[in-house]
């Protein structure tokens, strides 16, 4: 399985950016895709992940009305549509899979990451 993650880069606060994460190998049609970011010296955090069968989705209570996540089942990837961004979204951002229908909000329940992708907010 590989994930490759993009679109990340430097933006003003307010701003937006969209990420792609492509997926390939992927054993079944049954799995879920989520996005994570880490802040310097934090932790790896949840965002958002979306069922890719049935489409659908869960936030984290901080990006909930801002960051949107969605799927092109034909080009296998996954979106982070990021709006009205904060210095405080700063972080990597990275891609993960989980081969399951159940949506997880926990690290270590996705057993596929991508390489992350750095978004950077300016104040």
């Known amino acids: 399985v590989q994930l490759q993650a993009s679109g990340g880069g430097l933006v003003q606060a307010g701003g937006s950016l969209r990420l792609s994460c492509a997926a390939s190998?992927?054993?079944?049609?049954?799995?879920?895709m989520a996005w994570f970011c880490q802040a310097p010296g934090k932790e790896r955090e949840f965002v958002a992940a979306i069922n890719w069968s049935g489409g659908s989705t869960r936030y984290a209570d901080s990006v909930k009305g801002r960051l949107t996540i969605s799927r092109d089942t034909g080009k296998k990837t996954v979106y982070l549509q990021m709006s009205t961004l904060k210095p405080e979204d700063t972080a990597i951002y990275y891609c993960a899979a989980r081969p399951s229908a159940v949506i997880t909000s926990a690290p270590r329940t996705y057993d596929f990451w991508g390489q992350g992708t750095l978004v950077t907010v300016s104040s």
């Open positions: 190998g992927m054993p079944s049609s049954t799995y879920i």
